[in-house]
Nanobody, 114 residues
């Protein structure tokens, strides 16, 4: 059974930082592209960042220079370091794993507000 479990979401003030984690089980983690999407109320789910099995990262323009994705294949975990958070970053953040099949976590809420 494949499980992706996100953690690290929280309420943070504008300009603050958070680090999201996603622990995967049931897959050969190192074979998968791992990444993060987010969905704000009333909007579509959108790509934030992903990292290929080879370690190449790709970011949405809106988060470039502020967010950093990383992965630890030994721990089957992918991270999203989020700096300089703004209210428009408020969303539910979903972890996903993609190879032949795609799997999703249940999401973690990030709220950026004063």
């Amino acid at each position: 059974q494949v499980q992706l479990v996100e953690s690290g979401g929280d309420l943070v003030q504008p300009g603050g930082s958070l680090r999201l984690s996603c622990a995967a089980s049931g897959i050969i983690f190192s074979y998968y592209t791992m990444g993060w999407y987010r969905q704000a109320p009333g909007e579509e789910r959108k790509l934030v960042a992903h990292m290929t099995s080879g370690g190449r990262a790709n970011y949405a323009d809106s988060v470039k220079g502020r967010f950093t994705i990383s992965r630890d294949n030994a721990k089957n975990t992918v991270y999203l370091q989020m700096n300089s958070l703004q209210p428009e970053d408020t969303a539910v953040y979903y972890c996903y794993a993609n190879n032949v099949k795609q799997y999703w976590g249940r999401g973690t809420q990030v709220t950026v507000s004063a």
